[in-house]
Nanobody, 124 residues
Framework: QVQLVESGGGLVQTGGSLRLSCAASGRTSTIYAMGWFRQAPGKEREFVATISRSSDSTSYADSVKGRFTISRDNANNTLYLQMNSLKPQDTAVYYC?????????????????WGQGTQVTVTS
């Protein structure tokens, strides 16, 4: 199987930046698309961004478009999420996900592997 471990979360002021990382291990050759989701207290886990295996395709939720950038380094089995111009509304636990099949990457059901999450808190 695949194991995913997120890092890079923390406390940041409004307008600041954070860079999240997701280290994949195990049978990483089975990974195709990867993505980021987030979940705020009392809310449903929501899509943030996704990227194809070769990084030739990316997509973002409207709420983060223009502020967040997803990227991946397959040689090092690492997924990234660069978050700029952070807002209090971005406060959530951020989860890394990997799909063992070809998928559009917008829905939770399209991913077979999940990390434990990393907390991002944006203060006003």
């Amino acid at each position: 199987q695949v194991q995913l471990v997120e890092s890079g979360g923390g406390l940041v002021q409004t307008g600041g930046s954070l860079r999240l990382s997701c280290a994949a291990s195990g049978r990483t050759s089975t990974i195709y698309a990867m993505g980021w989701f987030r979940q705020a207290p009392g809310k449903e886990r929501e899509f943030v961004a996704t990227i194809s295996r070769s990084s030739d395709s990316t997509s973002y939720a409207d709420s983060v478009k223009g502020r967040f950038t997803i990227s991946r380094d397959n040689a090092n089995n690492t997924l990234y999420l660069q978050m700029n111009s952070l807002k209090p509304q971005d406060t959530a636990v951020y989860y890394c996900a990997a799909s063992p099949w070809v998928a559009r990457g917008w829905q939770k059901t399209e991913y077979g592997y999940w990390g434990q999450g990393t907390q991002v808190t944006v203060t006003s």
